[in-house]
């Protein structure tokens, strides 16, 4: 799980992990999430008052340090040595999207048993998609590419399906790729997206699963947003 970011938009000192939904933090409507879906070992990257968010998880997992915020890609290459000797299916999800469901995260995980399939992109349509990156697919449906917004055609950026930052690898292909991957875009950071593109180039394929509800993948990057998510709940 991803949860090194400060949230600068949140206009709070406070790591964005550890504002309140409902009562409960962030990363603990996640973290229970997962357990609920039968994950059984859980790696929590954190990076900005990191201290604050692993006395927040206590014992529900393990943890481990991202020092410098160089991107998703590098968030993930941080788990690496503690993944070492694993072979298997490892999700990647994000410590600020508190709804995501557990079936949701199983589906997820059923998606990958397919043997072409060696990874699986969460996905959502949004009428206003500003801000996340888009899922590129080809006139059968079968996926192409995910564009991040800043690196986004004009065309690309009309696309309405888009990137929850939620996805699940094959272990090997997750490392292989993000091994390859470089700084080369408009944001100077190490893509994760890239990992995927590692995979089609490796000739297998890549599953996409598209929510019902586009708001079980929302993450929250404002106040705006966090009041959203709660009146939601509410309703």
């Given at each position: 799980m991803l949860a090194g970011g400060k949230g600068v938009r949140m206009q709070s000192e406070l790591p964005k992990v550890l504002h309140r939904l409902n009562g409960k933090t962030l990363i603990l409507h996640?973290?229970?999430?997962?357990?609920?879906?039968?994950v059984g070992r859980i790696?929590?990257?954190?990076?900005?008052?990191?201290?604050?968010?692993?006395?927040?998880?206590?014992?529900?997992?393990?943890?481990?340090?991202?020092?410098?915020?160089?991107?998703?890609?590098?968030a993930v290459m941080q788990a690496e040595k503690a993944l070492e000797g694993f072979s298997g299916r490892v999700i990647v999800a994000c410590g600020d999207v508190p709804l995501i469901r557990p079936a949701t995260f199983r589906s997820l995980l059923?998606?990958?048993?397919?043997?072409?399939?060696?990874?699986?992109?969460?996905?959502?349509?949004?009428?206003?998609?500003?801000?996340?990156?888009?899922?590129?697919?080809?006139g059968n449906g079968?996926?192409?590419?995910?564009?991040?917004?800043k690196d986004a055609t004009p065309t690309e950026r009309s696309?309405?399906?888009?990137?929850?930052?939620?996805?699940?690898?094959?272990?090997?292909?997750?490392?292989?790729?993000l091994a390859g991957i470089d700084r080369n875009n408009a944001?100077?950071?190490?893509?994760?997206?890239d990992a995927v593109q590692h995979v089609l180039?490796?000739?297998?394929?890549?599953?996409?699963?598209?929510?019902?509800?586009?708001?079980?993948?929302?993450?929250?990057?404002?106040?705006?947003?966090?009041?959203g998510l709660e009146e939601y709940l509410k309703r």
């Open positions: 996640v973290l229970e999430s997962l357990r609920d879906a039968g790696l929590v990257v954190v990076g900005y008052r990191g201290d604050e968010v692993i006395s927040e998880i206590g014992g529900r997992a393990e943890t481990v340090w991202q020092h410098q915020q160089l991107g998703t890609g590098h059923g998606a990958l048993d397919r043997q072409d399939v060696k990874a699986v992109i969460l996905t959502m349509n949004l009428e206003n998609p500003a801000g996340y990156g888009r899922i590129v697919k080809d079968r996926f192409l590419r995910i564009v991040e917004e696309i309405m399906e888009v990137n929850t930052g939620t996805y699940v690898f094959d272990r090997d292909f997750l490392f292989r790729g944001q100077g950071e190490y893509y994760l997206t180039r490796e000739g297998f394929a890549v599953q996409t699963v598209l929510l019902d509800d586009a708001t079980e993948g929302r993450g929250v990057n404002s106040k705006d947003e966090l009041s």
